[in-house]
Each structure stands twice: as structure tokens, then as C-alpha cells.
């Protein structure tokens, strides 16, 4: 499961973030008709069509797969969080179904009608990741019912859909997807033009993709600082673990790196702020941080890994930020970044850091949860599949997606990036 | 509304949903089976119309089996924990083909160096295409045959393996391959581009409808051993004898309509027999949904969720109905061919009038 989330997120992301950058990019085209634009429209659908695909049937194991390997989490949980997948369902639909009309209707409708299919997708795709996570919230803060005996009574599906990491995690997660991708697409393009600085396919490619990527990277940040916060209050054991904090303290130090050690409850090798994750967490440079060592260790994720883990993230995504502001420098300048050449090196060195990033901030979630399943309510071992042999299964289908990967890679460059119309 | 009537209904959209996959999903993995029987001259020219005919529709149409899984878990979450639990073999091996089908498809519309590998993604999109089918109606087949309902303390073979392979559940397998392969090919002659192709396809239908027929007989004989009460109620109910009569009369129409080759009427024809074998199934079961174990009401989620989800679906249809209806009416008139279609599309890619770049 957490292997087909892995995987099935890399494409959910290009899926929330790619329909954006090809409808921003026939606009152009319709605007001022230069071929250019539309040779980008039509690459980028194809991407597109490829990742999309793909997605789908990824998510399709996922839906299976809740039941394969959680039954009774899902007959738990299926009355209380179906609502969102249902609602992802319809957009599921509509996302699907405008993805045909626009790849295959070029022709066949007027090139407004196109146009906005492709913006039917770019926002069902949207619409689909938020209520798939508003189901992940739950997870976190799980709300909307009453434990009877260990049993759910008194639901309130629509409560448990607006939970209270529902808004938080949807905005983290959907400026995600767009720092993403907008990242990724910036760096190839940024590749390409380190070669060729004149090429106007790649000069307007590079263009769009910032447009896209500099405003959710620098969001990024507030916007994690505000999921940090939330976390803070509701899950103060995975606050902990995040920042490698044992001991309770006020004006409690920030950790920046450093290898938690669970035996010894000490974090070595990091950079210390005094104060400062009492700031981050609270807004005051004195409010007391509880550390781990507040809690039985039963209660304990996995610590060096969820630290490790919200390190990359916020270490990529402090560098994300940086080259925006860099961009956002050289456009105050009224300077291309495209002629700034350090500026094109960094974006393509930071090609792949928003997808390491998104895996890494799922571990933060997910393995900084457990040994929970839901918070508080269910224990992940309890939740488990009666089935034994499962490691059959997870070996087929973890080969079957690193070969798609490759596939998909090697499509993408080859099909689409690589070649250029004579 | 009275309680116990709500379950009813969001178990009928679910097996409508299901319905709607296997006539429209269902032909897909058909054309799939076409692209793998493809012979004679005019092999690759199958080939192409069966790339062209589903290319637009076959991620739409998938999405139906998703809906299904989705109302499973949230109206009838018990149904779905346990299916998930007896069935994860065939579950399991179904997704796989699900996702080769799916992704080789979709590489080889992509891939244009028309390299060998290229006919790689088209033989393992038709192989996937073929298992796929056998291995859904091997599961339904062990549902309906109640064989799922096993001790829990069963050896793992007599509870994971032996419910979906009997011969019976091989029927089912069998005939729902038959089914989706027999409507791909009525489909395709009402799309194929000239006469012989539409000849070729017509064969096709109509042999498929000799498999078809095999099968039906195959499942009732093995049926007729394990599962009596399906044949029974199949006999008895009042709906039986009409359900009965319009899949004869609608089956007849249908191979009359190919034989007179009167392909549109065919195609109508051909939805309501493969329907009625669908809506056989969940009368023969209702009210179980696991026979034995689960029915309708027992397994039904609380009432609040079942009234919200269908709130959710009435939302739902509003948005998705007219949109399948612009996607249908968009690639499946007849005003211009799928080939001229795809021919203009790259026709404007790479032509459009320059403006003077800048
Ligand atoms: C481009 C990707 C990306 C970047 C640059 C960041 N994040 Fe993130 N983060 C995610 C992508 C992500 C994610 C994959 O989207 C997660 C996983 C679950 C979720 O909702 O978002 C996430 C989760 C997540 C969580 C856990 C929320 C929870 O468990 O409920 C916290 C506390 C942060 N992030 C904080 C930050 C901070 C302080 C960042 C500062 C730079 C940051 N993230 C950058
Ligand atoms: C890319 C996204 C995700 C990744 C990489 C991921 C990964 C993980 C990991 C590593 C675990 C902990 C495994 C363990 O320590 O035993 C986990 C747990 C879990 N996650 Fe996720 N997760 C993701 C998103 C989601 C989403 C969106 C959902 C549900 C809507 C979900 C449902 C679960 C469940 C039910 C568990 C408990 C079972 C388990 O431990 O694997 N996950 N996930
Ligand atoms: C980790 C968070 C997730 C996000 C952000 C996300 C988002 C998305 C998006 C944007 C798509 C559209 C397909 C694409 O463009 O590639 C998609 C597809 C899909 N997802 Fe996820 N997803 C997540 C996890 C899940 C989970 C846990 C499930 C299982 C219940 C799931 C089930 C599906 C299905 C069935 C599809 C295919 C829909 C179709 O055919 O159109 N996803 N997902």
C-alpha cells in the first residue's frame, strides 16, 4: 500500500499540476497565435495523456488495495470517510472525461470549447487530490463520530470530511503539486536552454512552468509552517518526532539535522536554535514543547525516520523557495531568468527535489502517525489483512512499477522532450 | 423515505454502475481480445480501428469500476471488507491486468518511433485485455456460487484458491470473456471505416455469439451442480419470465440485426441481453450481497452515510451526465471518421498558419 501511494503520488502530482501548465499554455495560443504555444499545448497534453493513464490505473490498485490490505480498517473507516471518496469519485468522472475531449477533440471543437476541457481537467484533477487527502486528514485528527464500546456510533460523515487537518493538509498538498511540477518542468526546460539560450520552445516553456512554480514555492513555506502549527496542537507526539525533541521544554531548541537516537534520547550532530521551535510551533519564543520522553514509548513512531524525513523536505523546499526568489528578483529587474545561466544550472539541479520532497512529506505523515492507523483510535497492527503471503504481491506489483517508471521516464524524453518539429 | 428502502437503492446504482461497466468498460477489454485475435490482411487496419475506437473513451469508461469499489466501501462496507479478504488471489492478479491493460495501451498510442517494442505494449495491452475479463467473472462467479463463504480456519488453498477456481466459477470466467468480446466487435462494425473491415468485425460478433451461447450452457451445467438455487430462482421468481424473454427476444434481435447486417440496431440489441445477465445475477443473489452472510440490509452503513452519498450521487449526476453525453456525442457520431479525425488533428499540429513570430 504505501508502495502504490508512493508511486501513485508521483503521477497524482504531475496530474493536479501538468493540466495547469498545458491550458496556461494554449491560452497563450489562443492570445497570440504564435506557433510556439501551441507546439507547447500539444507536447504537454501529451505528457499529460501519458501520466494521466497511468494515474489512473495506480489509483485504481489503490482503491482495491484499502480492501486488499486493511479490511478492517475500511469497514471501520468506510461509513465515516467514504463521503470525500465518493466526491473524488465524480471528480474522477469529470476529470477523465474532459481529459478525452481535449486529446482527442483538437479538431473536432471550437478552440474556445477546447480551452476550457482542458480547464474542466486542470480543475477536476485539482478537486480530486484535496478530498483524497481531506480522507488522509482524518486519519490524522479523526472527527465526525463517537466510540461506543470501540465502535463508531453518531457519524457525522460531512464532520469527519472537514476534519480539522483537512484544510491545512489540502493547501500543503495542492501548492505541492503545483511547486512540483512547475519545479520539474522549470529544470528540464532550464537543461535544454543551457544548451540552446535562444530556442523560443524552451525560452517559453521555462516561462510558463514559473509562472507556476515561483508563487506556490514561496507559499510553500507559510503554508508548511502552518501545517507545523497545526501539528503542534493536535499530534504533539509527531511534533516531537519531526524535530528529534525528547525532552519537554520551554523556549524549546530548534534541531536542524542531526540523527535522533532513540536509545540514548538525544538528536547529536544538529544545528541548534535556541528558542526557536517554541516559536515555530507556537508564535512565542517560550511556550513549552513537549519532547517524546512525555509520552509511553508505545506511543513512539519510528523518531529517526520522521526526522530525517522532515528534514529533506524542508531542506528542499527551502531551496525551491530560494530559486524563486531569485526569480522573482530577475523579474523585478525585468531580466528572462532564461539569460541568467547559475539561475538555469540551479533550477536543473532542483529537477527532482519537489517529487523527493512529496515522498518525503508523506513519510512525515504517514510514518510520524503510526503506531497509530487512525490517531488515537486504531492501531495500525490491528487494522491488518488476515491474508498471509502478502510479500508476494508487494514484490510483483513494487517491479511492476519501477518498470512503468522507467517506461514513463524514458516516453516522456524521448516522445516529448527530446524531439523537436523540423 | 423508510429506512430500509434507501440500502435498495444505492445497491441498485451500484450493480447500475456495475452495468454500465461492463457494457461500456467491458467492450474495451473486448477490443483488446480483437487485437489479439487480429488476422487476414487486414490485420493492422483492425488494429487501428480498435486504437481509435476506444483511445477517447476507455479512461471514462474505467472510471465505472471505480464508482463500483467506491459505493462498496462507503454504502456496504462489510460487503467490501470481505470480498476484499476471500477474493484478494483474483483481486490481486485482476489489478494487474488492470494497469498493463491501461498503461501498455496508452505507451503504445505514445510511442511513434514504431520500434518492436512498439508491438510489445500492443501484445501484453491484448493479452492483459484477455485475462482481465476471466479472472472479474471467476470472482463474481465465486460469489454468486456462495463459495466464498469459507470457515476461517480453512487451509489457505480451500479458502484463498478453491472458491474462484471451480468449474463453475471457470464458466462465469469464460462467459463474461465471450460477453465483452462479442459487444467490442458489435461496436466496431457500427465504427469501422469501409465495408470489408465492417465484414471482418461482423464475423467476429457473430462468432463470439456461438462462444457466447457455449458458455451460457457451460455455466448453467456446472451451475446446476453447485449452485441450485441460482438456476431456481432463474426459474421461479416473477421477474424470472420476463427477464427471460426480453434477453431471448433482445439476443435474437440482435444476431438478426448482424446477420441482415443492420449494424445500429445490432448495437442496441446487443446491450440488453449482456444487461440481463448482470441483473440476473443480483436477482438470483438478492438479498444477499455475500450470500449467507451479508444481504442488503444487514450490511448496509448507517443511515446518515447512505443518505449523504446519495445526495452525492444525485450531485454527482448532474455534472457527469451531461459531460458523458458531450464525450459520446463528440467521438461517437458518425460526421467524420476516427481516422480523418486523428489525420486533421496532426494535420493542425504541425501546419497551423504562422503568424509572423516575434
Ligand atoms: C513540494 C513539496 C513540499 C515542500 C517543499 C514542503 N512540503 Fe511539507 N509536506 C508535503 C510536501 C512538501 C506533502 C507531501 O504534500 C505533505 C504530506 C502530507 C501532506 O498533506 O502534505 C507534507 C506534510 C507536511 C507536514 C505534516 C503534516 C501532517 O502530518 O499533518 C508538515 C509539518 C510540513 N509538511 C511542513 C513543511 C514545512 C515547514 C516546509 C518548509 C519548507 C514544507 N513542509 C515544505
Ligand atoms: C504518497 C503518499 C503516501 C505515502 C508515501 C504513504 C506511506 C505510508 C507509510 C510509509 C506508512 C507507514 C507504514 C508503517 O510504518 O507500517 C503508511 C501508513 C498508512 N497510510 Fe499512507 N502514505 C501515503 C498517503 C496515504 C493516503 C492518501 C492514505 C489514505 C487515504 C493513506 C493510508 C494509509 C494507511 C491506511 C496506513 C496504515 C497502514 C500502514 O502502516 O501502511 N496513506 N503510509
Ligand atoms: C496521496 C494522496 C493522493 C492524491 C493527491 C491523489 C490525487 C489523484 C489525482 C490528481 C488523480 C488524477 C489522475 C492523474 O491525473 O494522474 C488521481 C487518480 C486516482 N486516484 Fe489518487 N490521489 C491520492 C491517493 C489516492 C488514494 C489513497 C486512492 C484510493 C482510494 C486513490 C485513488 C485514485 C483513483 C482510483 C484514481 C483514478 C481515477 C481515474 O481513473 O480518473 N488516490 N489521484
Known amino acids: 500500500m504505501a508502495m502504490s501511494l508512493a508511486f501513485h503520488i508521483i503521477f497524482a502530482v504531475m496530474g493536479i499540476g501538468m493540466p495547469l501548465l498545458m491550458v496556461l499554455a494554449e491560452r497563450q495560443w489562443l492570445r497570440t497565435r504564435q506557433p510556439v504555444w501551441l507546439d507547447l499545448a500539444k507536447r504537454w497534453s501529451k505528457g499529460t495523456a501519458i501520466l494521466f493513464a497511468v494515474g489512473a490505473v495506480s489509483g485504481t490498485v489503490l482503491s482495491f488495495e484499502l480492501g486488499l490490505l486493511w479490511p478492517t480498517f475500511m469497514e471501520y473507516a468506510g461509513p465515516i470517510i467514504g463521503m470525500p471518496f465518493s466526491l473524488e469519485g465524480i471528480a474522477f468522472f469529470t476529470e477523465a472525461i474532459f481529459l478525452g475531449v481535449y486529446l482527442y477533440g483538437w479538431t473536432k471543437l471550437s478552440a474556445r470549447a477546447h480551452w476550457w476541457a482542458g480547464v474542466a481537467v486542470a480543475v477536476s484533477g485539482t478537486v480530486s487530490g484535496i478530498f483524497v487527502v481531506f480522507a ?99 499530534q504533539p507526539v509527531k511534533l516531537a518526532a519531526l524535530e528529534g525533541h525528547f525532552k519537554t521544554e520551554r523556549g524549546a531548541t530548534l534541531r536542524i539535522g542531526g540523527i535522533p537516537n532513540e536509545r540514548t534520547r538525544e538528536t547529536p550532530y544538529a544545528i541548534e ?31 529517526a525516520v520522521v526526522h530525517i524525513a522532515f528534514q529533506i523536505m524542508v531542506g528542499l523546499g527551502s531551496l525551491m523557495a530560494l530559486a524563486s526568489l531569485w526569480v522573482v528578483v530577475l523579474w523585478i529587474r525585468k531580466r528572462a531568468p532564461a539569460d541568467s545561466r547559475p539561475l538555469l544550472g540551479f533550477l536543473a539541479l532542483l529537477t527532482p527535489a519537489g517529487f523527493i520532497a512529496v515522498e518525503a512529506g508523506w513519510v512525515v505523515t504517514e510514518v510520524g502517525r503510526q503506531p497509530w492507523i487512525i490517531q488515537g483510535v486504531m492501531r495500525t497492527a490491528d487494522a491488518v489483512t488476515p491474508m498471509p503471503g502478502l510479500v508476494v504481491p508487494f514484490l510483483a506489483f513494487t517491479a511492476l512499477y519501477i518498470f512503468l517508471g522507467v517506461i514513463v521516464a524514458w516516453l516522456l524524453w524521448a516522445q516529448i522532450i527530446r524531439t523537436r518539429p523540423a | 423515505m423508510p429506512e430500509p428502502l434507501l440500502p435498495h437503492v444505492l445497491a441498485f446504482v451500484t450493480m447500475l454502475a456495475l452495468n454500465a461497466y461492463v457494457v461500456l468498460g467491458g467492450a474495451d477489454f473486448g477490443a483488446g481480445v480483437w487485437d489479439l485475435l487480429a488476422r487476414g490482411p487486414r490485420k493492422d487496419v483492425q488494429r487501428e480501428a480498435i486504437a481509435h475506437g476506444i483511445g477517447p473513451i476507455w479512461e471514462a469508461n474505467h472510471v465505472w469500476i471505480i464508482l463500483v469499489v467506491v459505493l462498496l466501501f462507503t454504502c456496504f462496507p462489510a460487503v467490501y471488507a470481505y470480498l476484499s479478504v476471500a477474493l484478494h488471489v483474483p483481486l490481486v492478479l485482476m489489478l494487474f491486468g488492470i494497469v498493463l491493460r491501461g498503461s501498455a495501451f496508452t505507451f503504445r498510442a505514445y510511442d511513434s518511433t514504431n520500434s518492436p517494442v512498439q508491438k510489445w505494449w500492443g501484445r501484453i495491452f491484448s493479452i492483459a485485455s484477455t485475462v482481465t475479463p476471466v479472472v472479474l467473472g471467476m470472482s463474481v462467479g465465486a460469489i454468486v456460487s456462495g463459495a466464498i463463504v469459507t470457515p476461517p480456519d480453512a487451509t489457505f488453498t480451500a479458502r484463498f484458491l478453491t472458491p474462484w477456481l471451480s468449474p463453475f466459477a471457470i464458466a462465469v470466467g469464460g462467459l463474461t470473456l465471450a460477453v465483452f468480446a462479442f459487444l467490442a ?36 451445467i456446472t451451475g446446476r451442480e453447485t449452485v441450485s438455487k441460482l438456476t431456481d430462482t432463474l426459474l421461479t ?37 449482456v444487461s440481463a445477465i448482470v441483473w440476473g445475477w443480483a436477482l438470483a443473489q438478492f438479498p444477499w450481497m455475500v450470500p449467507g452472510v451479508h444481504s442488503v440490509t444487514s450490511a448496509a452503513a448507517p443511515a446518515v452515510t447512505q443518505r449523504l452519498v446519495a445526495y452525492g450521487l444525485a450531485a454527482g449526476a448532474v455534472l457527469v451526465v451531461p459531460s458523458l453525453w458531450v464525450l459520446f456525442s463528440v467521438f461517437k457520431s458518425d460526421t467524420m471518421s476516427a481516422f480523418e479525425r486523428v489525420d486533421t488533428a496532426e494535420y493542425r499540429a504541425t501546419d497551423t498558419p504562422p503568424k509572423e513570430r516575434s
Not at chain 2, 240 to 258: D, K, R
Open chain 1, 136 to 234: 488522509n486528514a482524518w486519519m490524522n485528527s479523526p472527527t465526525g463520530f463517537t466510540l461506543v464500546d470501540g465502535k463508531p456510533v453518531a457519524l457525522d460523515p460531512i464532520a469527519a470530511m472537514l476534519n480539522p487537518a483537512a484544510l491545512p493538509q489540502a493547501l500543503h498538498m495542492t501548492l505541492a503539486a503545483f511547486a512540483t511540477t512547475g519545479i520539474a518542468v522549470a529544470g528540464i526546460h532550464a537543461w535544454m536552454l543551457r544548451k540552446d539560450r535562444s530556442s523560443p520552445f524552451h525560452r517559453a516553456a521555462l516561462a510558463v512552468a514559473l509562472w507556476i512554480a515561483v508563487p506556490a514555492s514561496l507559499l510553500q513555506i507559510v503554508s508548511g509552517d502552518l501545517s507545523a502549527k497545526f501539528v503542534a496542537k493536535t
Open chain 1, 273 to 303: 536554535i535556541p528558542k526557536a521551535l517554541s516559536f515555530l510551533a507556537f508564535a512565542d519564543f517560550d511556550a513549552e514543547v513537549k519532547g517524546l520522553e512525555a509520552f509511553p514509548e508505545s506511543d513512539w513512531p519510528p523518531v
Open chain 2, 237 to 273: 421468481h416473477t421477474l424470472a419470465i420476463p427477464l427471460q424473454i426480453i434477453t431471448g427476444v433482445a439476443a435474437l434481435s440482435a444476431i438478426a440485426a448482424l446477420v441482415t447486417r443492420r449494424y445500429r440496431i445490432a448495437r442496441a440489441a446487443a446491450v440488453v441481453p
Open chain 2, 185 to 220: 466487435a458489435v461496436y466496431l462494425t457500427v465504427e469501422a471505416e469501409t465495408h470489408d473491415l465492417q465484414e471482418d468485425f461482423r464475423r467476429n460478433a457473430l462468432g463470439a455469439a456461438v462462444i457466447v451461447g457455449a458458455c451460457a450452457l457451460a455455466t448453467l
